[in-house]
């Protein structure tokens, strides 16, 4: 799927996005974001940060333009292919879309069981990531029981389970106090230095102040990217 | 394989928590397998019972002569030309006479002093078991009026016609009410099942979202529409054979419908039952599950 | 009244939001309603049409010899005690020797040489229309064969008993199907109410947050259950009527069914129906709310 | 309801709520909210912090202790005294609660509807609070087609629209930019102008940082509380 001439991870080329009737979310973006590269999409409510990691997963179409996800042009892929990719991207939803009725570990382990993977990684894989955002205490809580922050986690813990390759998290800390936010940003880390691509979409200053990253600036639906396209990340992608 | 176990967990764990829900479409495929065979075995049994009742539908044709031997194959074929008939018999008025003997039971006295010689010859046809065609049989009674020597062609008018009417009714009510609940079955059925997935849309959706495969999605809607199939109409069939058991000791009573022997399906009809409702049920849960699957 | 105003734009909007749940209610009432009246009508009829064939039920007591004018109250009065008497006619050999000639019909030549001497006194014993009871029927005529004077009772035993037999089997499909069908119409109401009720948990959660008053949250639920019970019941009630035109279009050919009319349900059964099914719909689903509403 | 001898519009006293089986979401708490008063409530994700707006509006019973809200007891108050209560009581809650098939106008009429205002007062109040808000350009839209920012500010809108005596958000700025949940704040802080008591639950320290209210903070079910009780707003309550 990623072959060594796609650098590549994401590209948008010329996208637009126009909800009927006439509200304009995404006007003629264009851009690359590749392989191991951290970004962070900013913007006003209603810019359209949502909508672009909406396009990026293929749970929307583009009105106009050409979307091509780790060597997939998205208008043309089969359901069989996106159904691996799919496997392979982490999305954290600013909605987070668990299922209530289910506890934190069967809500992580689904991400994980629809790869086949055997029990006992999946246990592993989840107690590591729910270790990371403190959170190995509610494991077997069904998730409607949780407060909202906790619930958050457990959608950011979801995506990163199956290391992807590509992570989308959509304001990841808006319910997070400070703390829990810092653990959120060192779990992405550890991630994206381990390979993954990760795109976050927030408002909270506060994580993206400091960091090197490029910043993707979103406003009525308008993009303005900051920031320096790293040139050193490519060597670290994972297959 | 890995595959199967993980279909097999998904089953399980639906189950479990739709349990509610799978109860309810359990009970819908349940009742409407009870009601369909339900109406099936009625039918069959009026159809069985009208078949034995109708060995006395027969009509008597009347002669100015007697037939000859040689002459009633020639008779026989012209009778036979226009109506699906049984059975025919020639009788002559001694036969006859004794006849009239027994119908008078003790007052055949009245007869003492007679022979049979001012009785006329007849035939008398038996039918074979069609009670729809009422009509019919009164066409064929003037057909044969014109046979050569007919004199008055007779059949149990009244009776048949009023046995006929009981039989036709019966027909209805259950053609009626099979075909009404047939409708309402499939239209529960499919219901039943939409709105469980309904209730699962948000679990399909997450599933469509993080990846899984068709087959891993389907996989268990299927084995659930399988066993919802054979539970049900596991369940419904016994619920018939008790209803059965029920009619039998309730109506069966000495004298009364010994007449008649209420009889439960054959197995052959039961088992295409049996599976029809189980691909329903399966093709039914796999075909609702479509819309929620794309991509 | 501004509540009232209230109420009504509330229910307005209901029916558009959730057009497709009230559509199936709907259509669930209307089965529901249509199932039970049809089988209440099939009943009815069936018992009017038992009740206008039973005028031939009638038993005769052959007597060894004339009963004198002076002394039939007498046995009038014994034969009353036992059983449910219509009427009771007494026979001479005259009038009997009448009717035997009557039933051989063309043959009655037989008889021209007799008189009707020969033949017994009788009595005719004509029983209210009542079916159900063949088994009684026995007994009333053994008891008829203890009179002073009898010496024979006759009845049509295998007509009646074949009759008899159609009547019941008419009786336990209608019945038995009437009560697995007002059963699942019933659970049927219910559960699509519930379940219509159950997506609309939501808006009914937010209402209670708000702090809308009882009155508010039940007020458009109840115009909603009455107004499914007003069109689902005209609905069943029309869809009736057509069943029942088909049927009388269907099978009432000219000589066949004549002999029973098939008539429609009587008007204060149908408004009977009618409003019983209207309180069930408006009770219902008040019913199925009150779990929603609380504190 | 609300008498001169009743200055407290809340007041808990020991105060414990223990989730079945042992989880102490708040742990023997006392305190009074004045009438007029603004409050912030922070603390941790999981701290307890919805509990406590849930136990206000008596969606929750504590495990033990009293509560009084504007002068009713709410181990005791009847059905009729609650309805009546929650429409003096504007909430946003933290997952909105809005219906996703009805239209933002829909949504916030409702909170007005139960209250049987006449529609020219309800359209007027509604146009108000969606202006303040900057969302008039979404007022025709169903909820479920806004980003899940503006879904937030109609939650906000919905609990401020019906002039409640008291008003509680939990962390309305929660999916907000800085610009929007400056928004937020004049509105709520318009409200407690005109006599509104606002207590607001919330992991966003900008927001409170720099003003003089009171801060609830709450860890691990305990309460602290820092700030002083302004004894000079009493004289604004509404009736
Ligand atoms: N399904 C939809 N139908 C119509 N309009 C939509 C839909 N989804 C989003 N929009 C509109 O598109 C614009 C961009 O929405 P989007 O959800 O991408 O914003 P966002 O940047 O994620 O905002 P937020 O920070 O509030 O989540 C908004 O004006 C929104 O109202
Ligand atoms: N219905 C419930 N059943 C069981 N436990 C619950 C329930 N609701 C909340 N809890 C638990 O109670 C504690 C406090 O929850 P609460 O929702 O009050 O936290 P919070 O301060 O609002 O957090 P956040 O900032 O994440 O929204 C948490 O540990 C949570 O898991
Ligand atoms: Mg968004
Ligand atoms: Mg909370």
Known sequence: ?239 | MRYLFFILTQTGRNFRQTWGAQLMTLLTVTLSVLFFSFFYLIYNNVLQGAARLGDELRLIVFLDQEVVPELRPALEKKIREFSEVEKIIFISPTEAFTRLGEQLGNDRDVLDDLDGSFLPYSIEIYLKKDFKNLAGIKDFSEYLTTLPGAMKVQYGHGWVERFGYFVNLSRIIVLLSGALLTLTATFMVSYTIRLTLVARQDELEIFRLLGATNAFIKGPVLIEGFLQGVFGSTMGMTALYFCFLWIQNHFNGPGFLNLFEFSFLPFTEAALIFVCSICLCTVGSLFSIRKFVRI
Chains 1, 4 share one sequence.
């Open chain 1, 1 to 239: 799927m990623i072959s060594d001439d796609h650098p590549a991870i994401i590209e948008f080329v010329k996208i637009s996005k126009v909800y009927p009737p006439d509200i304009l979310a995404l006007v003629d973006i264009s851009f690359k974001i590749n392989k191991g590269e951290m970004v962070f999409l900013t913007g006003p409510s209603g810019a359209g940060k949502t909508t672009m990691i909406k396009l990026i997963c293929n749970i929307d179409k583009p009105t106009k333009g050409f979307i091509d996800i780790a060597g997939n042009d998205l208008s043309k892929i089969k359901p069989a292919a996106m159904q691996a990719l799919r496997q392979k991207i982490g999305v954290a939803y600013q909605d987070f879309r668990l299922l209530p009725r289910l506890t934190v570990f069967q809500n992580i382990a689904m991400a994980l069981e629809v790869k086949f993977m055997d029990g006992k990684t999946i246990r592993s894989r989840i107690h590591e990531v729910l270790n990371v955002l403190n959170m190995t205490n509610k494991i077997y809580k069904r998730t409607d029981k949780l407060s909202r922050g906790e619930q958050q986690r457990v959608a950011i813990a979801r995506a990163a389970a199956a290391r992807p390759i590509l992570l989308l998290a959509d304001e990841p800390t808006g319910n997070l106090d400070s703390q829990a936010g810092t653990d959120v940003m060192a779990l992405f880390s550890q991630l994206n230095e381990e390979g993954t691509t990760v795109v976050i979409a927030t408002h909270d200053k506060s994580i993206y102040r400091d960091s090197h990253c490029r910043i993707f600036h979103l406003d009525g639906g308008e993009l303005d990217i900051t920031g320096q396209e790293p040139e050193d990340r490519e060597q670290g992608t994972e297959t």
